[in-house]
């Protein structure tokens, strides 16, 4: 085989090989697709308190929002990894929470 067609060969190769190493599996839809989302900041990790007088104080209107239809989703607020090889989440992560409703169904 002469030099140009190696040379050929060897480039139709490593582009194969890039493009499907380029292809990752992601979600279908997204969890911002459905439903009302408000977007909360924080100034420092910790544990924080988002009570009724809280969620009120920014306009919501609390009263017809049930304690279980509330979620919480974030990916911790860190950077991406510099290297492209590095894991990452192509959605929101849904955290854990604990709602105290004192059992009126609100």
Do not use: H
Not at 13 to 30: D, E, H
Not at 52 to 68: D, Q
Request: aromatic share 8%.
């Amino acid at each position: 085989m002469s030099l140009g067609k190696k040379q050929l060969f060897t480039v139709c190769l490593m582009a194969a090989f890039s493009i499907t190493m380029a292809q990752r599996q992601y979600k279908p839809s997204s969890v911002l697709s459905n439903g009302i989302f408000y977007k909360i900041g924080i100034s420092a990790p910790g544990i924080y308190k988002l009570d009724i007088p809280f969620l009120n104080g920014l306009g919501l209107n609390t009263s017809n929002i049930p304690s279980s239809a509330i979620r919480l989703f974030g990916n911790g607020g860190t950077m991406l990894g510099e290297a492209n090889n590095a894991s990452w989440t192509d959605d929101l992560t849904e955290n854990a929470i604990q709602v105290v409703d004192g059992n009126d169904g609100v």
